[in-house]
């Protein structure tokens, strides 16, 4: 069964909307947690690494301010999209793993739809 | 900086075929490496993961093997079948990167009857 969840899968909304998407490890604590953005027919791109207690870390070229993560609890990460835009419609994926050696186990993913 | 290439992009094979998918990657310090396929519309499902120190692993018709010192791991599916379309992507951890993954630009398979 999953073992990280992400929630929503899928959102519409009007451009100007803040969205707030959810990430859960389900059975393991996950002090590191990892936002990924993943435009049509691309690999992933690493967005920002979420660190419980801590300012998440941001990969260069991606907004602090647009992506705000929190990750309050050693079993939730949130990224909220804050005044999205078109250009701001993507699919967004978490992950997170037990350990280092441990393998990466990754969220269903929340399609983003800007109108 | 560590880059993870995959050949081919894509790959269309009748059922029933072995195949086998490339993943290279530049700085050999790695700390381990992880197969996934991902469907439409979906994340990530974990296949394989290699550590460092291992050279190859299997599950079930999957077996992945890694040469660290080459830069080079492949992922050998045997007896494909229809149900094995999607896009597989490998993806490499190194020491020092908080846990990050860089990864591959994937491969597409397409099973055909």
């Known amino acids: 069964g999953a073992v990280v969840s992400q929630h929503p899968s899928w959102v519409i909304c009007k451009s100007g909307t803040s969205v707030k998407i959810e990430c859960r490890s389900l059975?393991?604590?996950?002090?590191?947690m990892f936002w990924y953005r993943q435009f049509p027919k691309q690999s992933l791109m690493l967005m920002a690494t979420s660190n419980e207690g801590s300012k998440a870390t941001y990969e260069q070229g991606v907004e602090k301010d647009k992506f705000l993560i929190n990750h309050a609890s050693l079993t939730l990460s949130t990224l909220t999209v804050t005044s999205a835009h078109p250009e701001d419609s993507s699919f967004y994926i978490c992950s997170a793993s037990r350990a280092q050696n441990q393998p990466q186990h990754f969220g269903d993913g929340t399609r983003l739809s800007i109108l | 900086k560590q880059e993870v290439t995959q050949i081919p992009a894509a790959l269309s094979v009748p059922e029933g075929e072995n195949l086998v998918l490339n993943c290279s990657f530049t700085?050999?310090?790695?700390?381990?490496l992880q197969w996934f396929r991902q469907d439409p519309g979906k994340g990530l499902t974990s296949l394989l993961l290699i550590q460092s120190s291992q050279r190859e692993q299997t599950s079930g018709r999957l077996n992945a093997s890694l040469d660290k010192s080459s830069g080079r791991s492949t992922l050998y599916i045997a007896a494909s079948q229809p149900g094995d379309s999607a896009t597989y992507l490998c993806?490499?951890?190194?020491?020092?990167?908080?846990?990050?993954?860089?990864f591959g630009t994937g491969t597409r398979l397409q099973v055909t009857l």
């Open positions: 993806a490499v951890r190194s020491p020092g990167t908080a846990s990050k993954l860089t």
């Open positions: 700085d050999s310090a790695i700390y381990n």
């Open positions: 059975d393991f604590q996950a002090t590191t």
